[in-house]
């Protein structure tokens, strides 16, 4: 398996991770085999978050099985205040059986104020810091889905890993990726496949692979055939063909005018509804069999798709001319 360093956390991980979304949809005996078979694959790395479900439950019971030791273990809260964090940061390592994790996130920084509390006086970074010092926490990382975003967590030069979507469609986040490799801070790539969108997970992690800013990708699995199909990618590194990336290449012309690649651009809402998200909990539904969880997330949400009162506002914001609208009708058909 090839590895490369995780920035400056120093961690040789394998190219390929594993992602610990769909692994809720599974038993505790095929979680203990599948987290085997990562191991056999010379996969290295797991990742996971409090907010899937009981994915760091069954993800700690098979590192009781196969061994925590095997893996660099990260997990990521959405909280954003002190003792907040602290709350979560104590579920987390009950569920994943440890005393330490390898990598501690701050899940999904969508705003600048959700910024400003984490960084405020009680925020969870003072938190996450502290236990950094008595070796809970070994190293402290962040999640986005917003570029704006993305350049500013860099700046701040507080994080050893950055986590962002990137494939063959959602590549806009390329310069922020240099910045932060010329900062030696590490980037897991989340979203390999476009969230289910291109049907060649092989291509497309391979494309990611192309890419020497990036560390690795973690693409989410729930069956042995994705363990090695994916793995088999770090296993057998080799550039794509000219004939591979025209392959890619159609899949981006087809997506073009239906896909929304989270930039953030048509933000705010008149209503405030969150847009990209509701595209891509419409996403795990369809593409993915996590029915539940994308259901209670798109509930959970203060508005959603079927609030949209059709102003139009956001539409011209978007640089993919996404018709929106009619894409939001469409969740909320899907949806409720
Ligand atoms: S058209 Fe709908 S989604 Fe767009 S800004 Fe108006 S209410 Fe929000
Ligand atoms: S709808 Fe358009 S502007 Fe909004 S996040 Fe998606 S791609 Fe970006």
Redesign the pocket.
């Known amino acids: 398996m090839e590895k490369r360093i995780l920035g400056r956390t120093g961690y040789e991980v394998s190219v390929i991770g594993f992602g610990g979304i769909p692994i809720q949809n599974v038993d505790k005996d095929t979680a203990i085999k599948l987290v085997e078979e990562a191991h056999k694959q010379g996969i290295n790395f797991i990742d996971t978050a409090r907010s899937y479900n009981d994915s760091e439950k069954l993800l700690g019971q098979a590192l009781e099985v196969v061994g925590r030791e095997k893996f660099y273990i990260a997990t990521k809260s959405m909280q954003r205040t002190y003792d907040g964090v602290l709350k979560d940061l104590e579920i987390s390592l009950k569920n994943l059986k440890v005393d330490s994790l390898d990598l501690y996130q701050f899940h999904n920084v969508s705003k600048e104020s959700e910024m400003e509390t984490i960084f405020s006086e009680n925020g969870a970074l003072k938190a996450v810091k502290e236990m950094k010092e008595k070796g809970i926490i070994k190293e402290i990382g962040v999640t986005s889905h917003s570029v704006d975003l993305l350049n500013k967590l860099i700046d701040t030069n507080e994080f050893s890993t950055i986590q962002f979507p990137y494939n063959i469609v959602e590549n806009q986040a390329e310069e922020a990726f240099k910045k932060a490799k010329e900062k030696n801070i590490g980037i897991l790539i989340m979203k390999p496949l476009a969230g289910g969108a291109i049907p060649k997970g092989e291509l497309c992690l391979r494309y990611i692979m192309e890419n020497e800013n990036i560390t690795l990708a973690i693409p989410g699995m729930d069956t042995i055939e994705q363990v090695k199909e994916n793995a088999g990618v770090g296993n057998n590194p080799r550039p794509l063909a000219e004939e591979e990336i025209k392959e890619l290449q159609n899949y981006v012309e087809e997506l073009g005018t239906q896909f929304?690649?989270?930039?953030?651009?048509?933000a705010p809402c008149s209503v405030g509804i969150d847009?990209?998200t509701n595209?891509l909990m419409e996403g795990y539904y369809t593409r993915y069999d996590l029915k539940d969880w994308a259901l209670s997330r798109y509930n959970g949400m203060e508005v959603n798709a079927k609030d949209c009162i059709e102003c139009g506002d956001?539409e011209p914001?978007?640089?993919?001319d996404?018709p929106?609208i009619e894409m939001l009708k469409n969740v909320a058909k899907v949806l409720g």
């Not at 690649?261 to 048509?266: D, E």
């Not at 914001?317 to 993919?320: A, F, G, I, V």
């Open positions: 929304c690649r989270r930039c953030g651009y048509c847009i990209p595209f956001c914001r978007c640089p993919y996404l929106i």
